[in-house]
């Protein structure tokens, strides 16, 4: 018979509403998990959280976890997500533990693991993992041999020197930033004044109930700081998700920056090698061609991107949701570096608005064909070997997440399969409205046709 242990990772490591999805229980296993994985007895694994209602309750669960696995806990306490990959990497410690829910509401936690260069951990690693706590596989030590804890706030001042001999920002730019009452509340402004700008910070208290607005950078979270830019004609303002490894800039008029646009130029700039995902638009290709650089994509996921950018020695990756890695500095995605490196290009070459709408915007079509469950694992067998012969002038067909089609001018398709609904997802961008509906309707009727 066999037994399926029980997933408790996602794409994002181990997510959930508190005291249902994440409970003491999963919080004492994952610490016990972690340091019997990091090498039991010994080993030092740094503790860092959120600014969330429950992080010290989950700090004390997975910290106790640790403690009786006979390792050290190198708490950092209150500390974005980079800065935790970035410590654990610093400390040379054998793993890194960060309590965050990133962008969700207020009523979630989550738990993220990190290896010792600072890279998340990947899905192999998370399922080692699992497989400690399903058989209670913890290397639990005596009274004698209990571990300890230290306090690291010391590398706070370290990460904050290291991020800013990173920085080319030079003094006089007006920035407003976005801190979402999270994890870098204190650190994002303290970082970027320090780095030569004028500062205004709203929503800069850490608050666990959120009170400025919720931790998801979107649109509609992000009207206040929009207003606030424009009013007090500030260059640019920036934002961050709960934990800042994440970003978003308004231009000086306002506007949020299109996510893919804010990346296709930062890409540009950066050249070389970048890693991006299946679903990233084309523009970013359009802003690499013009610099000879060459785009990697991988699956979706910021472990994918980073996996990718270790395989290709890429000098850059990101995903369009704003997580962004920059590898010369730490294989953890830092919503602060990616915010001194828009500042950047701000100085450099002008008005951030100009610099986006000067990126090509191509027809983007989201669409989904209704499939059972059961069937979608047929009908991508046949995507994967057919589609691309009806579609026309193909010149890659990737198939390391879903389908994807790329054809000569760059026009693409997406197949893919809902991961919780009924559904085949196609998504597609072309070169045109005309043609993005033809690949829209060639591919729609071979997915109906196999039904
Ligand atoms: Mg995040």
Known sequence: MVCEIPKLFGTSGIRGKIGSDITLEVAVNVGMAIATYAGGKG??????????????????????????????????GMAPTPLVGYATMKLKADAGVMITA?????????????????MAYR?????????????????????????????????????????????????????VVDCANGAASYLSPLILRKAGCSVLAINAQPDGFFPGRLPEPSGKNLQELMKV??????????????????????????????????LAIVSREIGGKVVTTVDASLCTDKCMEEVGGVVIRTKVGDVHVAESIEEHNAQFGGEPSGTWLHPNFCMCPDGILSAIRVIELVQKYGPLSKQLDAVPSYPTIRDKVDCEDQQKELIMKSVEEKLHIILDDVVNVNRIDGVRITMADGSWVLIRPSGTESYIRITLE??????????????????????
């Not at 979630?108 to 990190?114: D, E, F, P, R, T």
């Not at 998700?241 to 306002?254: N, T, V």
């Open 43 to 76: 080993s030092k694994i740094v503790l860092g959280y959120d600014s969330r209602t429950s992080n010290v309750m989950i700090e004390n669960a997975v910290t106790a976890g640790i403690l009786q696995c006979g390792c050290t806990v190198l708490k950092l």
């Open 102 to 118: 990133s962008h969700n509401p207020p009523e979630y936690n989550g738990i993220k693991l990190w290896n010792p260069d600072g």
């Open 123 to 175: 899905q192999d690693q998370e399922r080692v993992i699992e497989e400690i706590i399903h058989n209670k596989n913890f290397n639990t030590v005596t009274w004698e041999d209990i571990g300890k804890i230290e306090e690291v706030e010391y590398v706070v001042s370290e990460y904050i020197k290291d991020l800013l001999d990173q920085s080319d920002v030079k003094p006089g730019i007006k920035v």
């Open 229 to 262: 830019v424009k009013a007090t004609k500030a260059d640019i303002g920036i934002a961050h998700d709960g934990d800042a490894d994440r970003m978003i800039a308004i231009d000086e008029k306002g506007r949020m920056a299109d996510f893919d646009k804010l």
């Open 430 to 451: 072309a070169t045109s409205n005309e043609k993005a509906h033809m690949i829209r309707d060639q591919c729609s009727e071979f997915i109906k046709e196999l039904l």
